[in-house]
T-cell receptor
Framework: GAVVSQHPSRVICKSGTSVKIECRSLDFQATTMFWYRQFPKKSLMLMATSNEGSKATYEQGVEKDKFLINHASLTLSTLTVTSAHPEDSSFYIC?????????????FGQGTRLTVV | QKEVEQNSGPLSVPEGAIASLNCTYSDRVSQSFFWYRQYSGKSPELIMSIYSNGDKEDGRFTAQLNKASQYVSLLIRDSQPSDSATYLCAVLMFSGGYNKLIFGAGTRLAVHP
Protein backbone atom coordinates (compact mmCIF):
# COMPACT_ATOMS: atom_id res chain seq x y z
CA GLY A 1 0.00 0.00 0.00
CA ALA A 2 0.89 3.66 -0.26
CA VAL A 3 2.84 5.37 2.49
CA VAL A 4 1.38 8.11 4.65
CA SER A 5 3.54 9.67 7.33
CA GLN A 6 2.07 11.49 10.32
CA HIS A 7 4.06 13.57 12.76
CA PRO A 8 4.43 13.77 15.70
CA SER A 9 3.43 10.35 16.95
CA ARG A 10 2.99 11.62 20.50
CA VAL A 11 2.65 15.08 21.94
CA ILE A 12 1.97 16.43 25.40
CA CYS A 13 0.98 20.06 25.66
CA LYS A 14 -0.27 22.46 28.26
CA SER A 15 -3.88 23.51 28.35
CA GLY A 16 -4.45 26.64 26.27
CA THR A 17 -1.64 26.03 23.80
CA SER A 18 -1.98 24.98 20.17
CA VAL A 19 -0.66 21.82 18.57
CA LYS A 20 0.00 21.18 14.90
CA ILE A 21 -0.12 17.69 13.41
CA GLU A 22 1.29 17.00 9.96
CA CYS A 23 0.20 14.37 7.50
CA ARG A 24 2.27 13.66 4.41
CA SER A 25 1.75 11.28 1.51
CA LEU A 26 5.24 10.05 0.66
CA ASP A 27 4.82 8.18 -2.60
CA PHE A 28 1.65 9.54 -4.14
CA GLN A 29 -0.25 12.77 -4.52
CA ALA A 30 -3.15 12.94 -2.11
CA THR A 31 -6.12 14.70 -3.60
CA THR A 32 -8.17 13.99 -0.51
CA MET A 33 -7.19 13.69 3.13
CA PHE A 34 -9.42 12.63 6.00
CA TRP A 35 -8.88 13.51 9.64
CA TYR A 36 -10.24 11.28 12.39
CA ARG A 37 -10.14 11.15 16.13
CA GLN A 38 -10.47 7.98 18.13
CA PHE A 39 -11.20 7.52 21.82
CA PRO A 40 -10.03 4.36 23.62
CA LYS A 41 -11.90 1.26 22.48
CA LYS A 42 -14.07 3.36 20.18
CA SER A 43 -14.24 3.63 16.42
CA LEU A 44 -12.84 6.33 14.22
CA MET A 45 -14.88 9.49 14.13
CA LEU A 46 -14.53 11.48 10.93
CA MET A 47 -13.75 15.10 11.77
CA ALA A 48 -13.28 16.59 8.32
CA THR A 49 -12.40 15.91 4.73
CA SER A 50 -9.95 18.16 2.94
CA ASN A 51 -9.29 18.46 -0.75
CA GLU A 52 -6.08 20.05 -1.98
CA GLY A 53 -6.46 23.75 -2.55
CA SER A 54 -9.93 24.09 -1.09
CA LYS A 55 -11.47 24.53 2.33
CA ALA A 56 -12.02 21.48 4.47
CA THR A 57 -15.50 20.07 4.88
CA TYR A 58 -16.22 19.52 8.56
CA GLU A 59 -18.58 16.97 10.02
CA GLN A 60 -21.47 18.07 12.12
CA GLY A 61 -20.43 18.92 15.65
CA VAL A 62 -16.77 19.53 14.83
CA GLU A 63 -15.68 23.10 15.58
CA LYS A 64 -13.94 24.64 12.58
CA ASP A 65 -12.20 27.28 14.65
CA LYS A 66 -10.98 24.70 17.11
CA PHE A 67 -9.62 22.22 14.61
CA LEU A 68 -7.95 24.10 11.77
CA ILE A 69 -7.22 22.01 8.72
CA ASN A 70 -4.98 23.10 5.89
CA HIS A 71 -4.33 21.11 2.73
CA ALA A 72 -1.97 23.43 0.91
CA SER A 73 -0.28 20.89 -1.32
CA LEU A 74 -0.93 17.47 -2.81
CA THR A 75 1.37 15.84 -0.28
CA LEU A 76 0.73 17.71 2.94
CA SER A 77 -2.24 18.39 5.19
CA THR A 78 -2.08 19.79 8.70
CA LEU A 79 -4.46 19.73 11.63
CA THR A 80 -4.00 22.40 14.28
CA VAL A 81 -5.77 21.94 17.59
CA THR A 82 -6.12 25.48 18.89
CA SER A 83 -6.35 26.39 22.56
CA ALA A 84 -6.22 22.75 23.52
CA HIS A 85 -8.02 21.50 26.63
CA PRO A 86 -7.84 18.15 28.42
CA GLU A 87 -11.01 16.97 26.67
CA ASP A 88 -9.16 17.29 23.35
CA SER A 89 -6.82 14.51 24.45
CA SER A 90 -7.30 11.72 21.94
CA PHE A 91 -5.73 9.70 19.15
CA TYR A 92 -5.80 11.71 15.92
CA ILE A 93 -5.28 9.88 12.65
CA CYS A 94 -5.04 11.13 9.10
CA UNK A 95 -5.82 9.19 5.97
CA UNK A 96 -5.01 10.04 2.37
CA UNK A 97 -6.33 8.98 -1.00
CA UNK A 98 -5.15 9.75 -4.48
CA UNK A 99 -8.49 10.58 -6.02
CA UNK A 100 -11.94 11.88 -5.30
CA UNK A 101 -14.79 9.67 -6.37
CA UNK A 102 -15.61 5.98 -6.04
CA UNK A 103 -13.19 3.06 -5.92
CA UNK A 104 -10.55 5.06 -4.14
CA UNK A 105 -8.46 3.44 -1.41
CA UNK A 106 -7.36 5.46 1.59
CA UNK A 107 -4.19 4.83 3.56
CA PHE A 108 -3.53 5.84 7.13
CA GLY A 109 -0.75 7.65 8.89
CA GLN A 110 0.62 6.27 12.14
CA GLY A 111 -1.59 8.48 14.27
CA THR A 112 -0.82 11.13 16.87
CA ARG A 113 -1.59 10.62 20.51
CA LEU A 114 -2.34 14.02 22.01
CA THR A 115 -2.36 14.53 25.75
CA VAL A 116 -3.36 17.92 27.08
CA VAL A 117 -2.38 18.56 30.68
CA GLN B 1 -29.67 4.27 12.12
CA LYS B 2 -25.89 4.25 12.05
CA GLU B 3 -24.31 4.63 8.64
CA VAL B 4 -22.08 1.58 9.06
CA GLU B 5 -22.90 -1.14 11.56
CA GLN B 6 -20.82 -4.01 12.88
CA ASN B 7 -21.15 -6.43 15.74
CA SER B 8 -18.63 -5.29 18.35
CA GLY B 9 -17.81 -8.82 19.45
CA PRO B 10 -15.56 -10.13 20.74
CA LEU B 11 -15.57 -12.91 18.19
CA SER B 12 -13.53 -15.78 19.51
CA VAL B 13 -12.33 -18.53 17.17
CA PRO B 14 -9.80 -21.34 17.56
CA GLU B 15 -6.57 -21.27 15.61
CA GLY B 16 -7.06 -22.70 12.12
CA ALA B 17 -10.78 -21.95 11.98
CA ILE B 18 -12.62 -19.54 9.70
CA ALA B 19 -13.51 -16.16 11.18
CA SER B 20 -16.53 -14.44 9.67
CA LEU B 21 -17.00 -10.71 10.14
CA ASN B 22 -20.11 -8.86 9.00
CA CYS B 23 -21.06 -5.30 8.21
CA THR B 24 -24.18 -3.50 6.99
CA TYR B 25 -24.44 0.03 5.65
CA SER B 26 -27.25 2.49 5.13
CA ASP B 27 -26.27 4.49 2.04
CA ARG B 28 -27.71 2.67 -0.97
CA VAL B 29 -25.59 4.50 -3.52
CA SER B 30 -22.21 3.71 -1.92
CA GLN B 31 -19.95 1.81 -4.28
CA SER B 32 -16.69 1.33 -2.41
CA PHE B 33 -16.13 -0.82 0.65
CA PHE B 34 -13.06 -1.58 2.71
CA TRP B 35 -11.86 -3.74 5.53
CA TYR B 36 -9.16 -2.43 7.83
CA ARG B 37 -7.35 -4.16 10.66
CA GLN B 38 -6.35 -2.20 13.74
CA TYR B 39 -4.08 -3.45 16.49
CA SER B 40 -4.39 -1.83 19.89
CA GLY B 41 -2.72 1.57 19.97
CA LYS B 42 -1.97 1.54 16.24
CA SER B 43 -3.60 3.11 13.22
CA PRO B 44 -5.75 1.07 10.79
CA GLU B 45 -4.15 -0.99 8.05
CA LEU B 46 -6.01 -1.65 4.79
CA ILE B 47 -6.66 -5.36 4.21
CA MET B 48 -9.18 -5.50 1.40
CA SER B 49 -11.18 -3.27 -0.88
CA ILE B 50 -14.24 -4.44 -2.80
CA TYR B 51 -16.33 -2.55 -5.31
CA SER B 52 -18.41 -5.19 -7.15
CA ASN B 53 -20.98 -7.68 -5.98
CA GLY B 54 -19.61 -11.12 -5.24
CA ASP B 55 -16.42 -12.40 -3.70
CA LYS B 56 -12.88 -11.10 -3.80
CA GLU B 57 -10.07 -13.25 -2.51
CA ASP B 58 -6.59 -12.24 -1.38
CA GLY B 59 -4.59 -14.93 0.36
CA ARG B 60 -6.43 -16.05 3.47
CA PHE B 61 -8.91 -13.18 3.20
CA THR B 62 -12.15 -13.14 1.23
CA ALA B 63 -14.39 -10.11 1.05
CA GLN B 64 -18.00 -10.54 0.02
CA LEU B 65 -20.32 -7.76 -1.15
CA ASN B 66 -24.06 -7.78 -1.67
CA LYS B 67 -25.23 -4.31 -2.64
CA ALA B 68 -28.90 -5.30 -2.81
CA SER B 69 -28.77 -6.33 0.85
CA GLN B 70 -26.32 -3.53 1.74
CA TYR B 71 -24.07 -6.10 3.30
CA VAL B 72 -20.34 -6.70 3.21
CA SER B 73 -18.39 -9.41 4.97
CA LEU B 74 -14.84 -10.57 5.54
CA LEU B 75 -13.80 -14.20 5.91
CA ILE B 76 -10.43 -15.10 7.37
CA ARG B 77 -9.40 -18.67 6.66
CA ASP B 78 -6.89 -20.60 8.76
CA SER B 79 -7.08 -17.97 11.49
CA GLN B 80 -3.85 -17.32 13.36
CA PRO B 81 -3.28 -15.74 16.79
CA SER B 82 -1.61 -12.84 14.96
CA ASP B 83 -4.97 -12.10 13.33
CA SER B 84 -6.30 -11.07 16.74
CA ALA B 85 -7.21 -7.41 16.29
CA THR B 86 -10.16 -5.12 15.70
CA TYR B 87 -11.53 -5.27 12.17
CA LEU B 88 -13.09 -2.12 10.84
CA CYS B 89 -15.56 -1.97 7.99
CA ALA B 90 -15.46 1.29 6.05
CA VAL B 91 -17.76 2.68 3.37
CA LEU B 92 -16.80 5.43 0.98
CA MET B 93 -19.69 7.81 0.48
CA PHE B 94 -19.55 10.39 -2.29
CA SER B 95 -21.78 13.31 -1.57
CA GLY B 96 -21.80 17.00 -2.43
CA GLY B 97 -18.67 16.68 -4.53
CA TYR B 98 -16.45 15.15 -1.93
CA ASN B 99 -15.69 11.76 -0.41
CA LYS B 100 -16.46 10.69 3.12
CA LEU B 101 -14.90 7.49 4.45
CA ILE B 102 -17.12 6.29 7.26
CA PHE B 103 -16.19 3.52 9.67
CA GLY B 104 -18.18 1.04 11.65
CA ALA B 105 -17.49 0.54 15.33
CA GLY B 106 -15.28 -2.45 14.61
CA THR B 107 -15.41 -6.12 15.56
CA ARG B 108 -12.81 -7.41 17.96
CA LEU B 109 -11.46 -10.80 16.88
CA ALA B 110 -9.63 -13.10 19.26
CA VAL B 111 -7.93 -16.19 17.83
CA HIS B 112 -6.92 -18.60 20.56
CA PRO B 113 -4.30 -21.34 20.16
Amino acid sequence: GAVVSQHPSRVICKSGTSVKIECRSLDFQATTMFWYRQFPKKSLMLMATSNEGSKATYEQGVEKDKFLINHASLTLSTLTVTSAHPEDSSFYICSASARTGPNTEAFFGQGTRLTVV
Amino acid sequence: QKEVEQNSGPLSVPEGAIASLNCTYSDRVSQSFFWYRQYSGKSPELIMSIYSNGDKEDGRFTAQLNKASQYVSLLIRDSQPSDSATYLCAVLMFSGGYNKLIFGAGTRLAVHP
